[in-house]
């Protein structure tokens, strides 16, 4: 039973590049969650999705960034314009369901180096 | 803003001793979460608590659910040099909110 599964693992973009980073949850998880982890700092939430459907994105910056989680296949994070502040490691976790007992597992993440 | 805090921000311990740290936060959290992050991975999950009081052992580690239900601390017994790692806690205001994440300890274990 195959985990979270992010990739690509390393992503290395010049300035003004678009990044997208890919998302594909645990088998029956209909819940995904992206977070972004600077250098020394937790994790801070971005965007929380439902199958086709943004709950929260409280987190995203207003610009350059979107979210999606298509009817078929993975979550995609998509930076525009990538900046070198953008450099960090992108987080993304699935759950079956909201509510207790139901906890989000992680991927091993995907850490985007804008060069 | 930031809404848990974690304390210590680090800690060098010895191999065989005991750990303790905790987090607080100015806002009533439903649930309290324990992580653990390896370099270069993602959070693994080590105890969750539902319930003010609730005290939950994993192993060698044990985590409370404070009373006032603003605060959580995790207890690692005997520690060994695989417990190197940053402990996050983490939480939830209801049960259908985003989990928001502390900062994070730093823990080396000295062999």
């Known amino acids: 039973n195959a985990g979270v599964m992010q990739n690509p693992r390393h992503l290395v973009r010049r300035r003004g590049q678009e990044a997208r980073l890919r998302c594909s949850p645990m088998?029956?998880?209909?819940?995904v969650y992206w977070y972004r982890q600077l250098p020394e700092e937790g994790l801070k939430f971005m965007v929380y999705?439902?199958?086709?459907?943004?709950?929260?994105e409280s987190g995203m910056p207003k610009e350059r960034f979107s979210a999606e989680f298509p009817k078929e296949g993975p979550s995609i994070l998509r930076i525009q314009q990538v900046v070198r502040g953008d450099s960090a490691a992108y987080f993304c976790?699935?759950?079956?369901?909201?509510?207790?007992?139901?906890?989000?597992?992680f991927g091993q993440g995907t850490r985007l180096t804008v060069v | 803003g930031q809404q848990l805090n974690q304390s210590p921000q680090s800690m060098f311990i010895q191999e065989g001793e005991d750990v303790s740290m905790n987090c607080t936060s100015s806002?009533?959290?439903?649930?309290w979460l324990w992580y653990k992050q390896d370099p270069g991975e993602g959070p693994v999950l080590l105890i969750a608590?539902?319930?003010?009081?609730e005290l939950t052992s994993n192993g060698r580690l044990t985590a409370q659910f404070g009373i006032t239900r603003k605060d959580s601390f995790l207890n690692i017994s005997a520690s060994i040099p695989s417990d190197v790692g940053i402990y996050f806690c983490?939480?939830?205001?209801?049960?259908?909110?985003?989990?928001?994440f502390g900062p994070g300890t730093s823990l080396s274990v000295i062999p």
């Open positions: 983490a939480g939830r205001k209801t049960s259908y909110d985003k989990v928001i």
């Open positions: 608590l539902y319930k003010a009081g």
């Open positions: 806002s009533i959290f439903n649930t």
């Open positions: 999705l439902q199958k086709e459907n943004i709950i929260d």
């Open positions: 088998k029956g998880h209909s819940h």
């Open positions: 976790a699935s759950s079956a369901q909201l509510g207790q007992n139901t906890e989000a597992f």
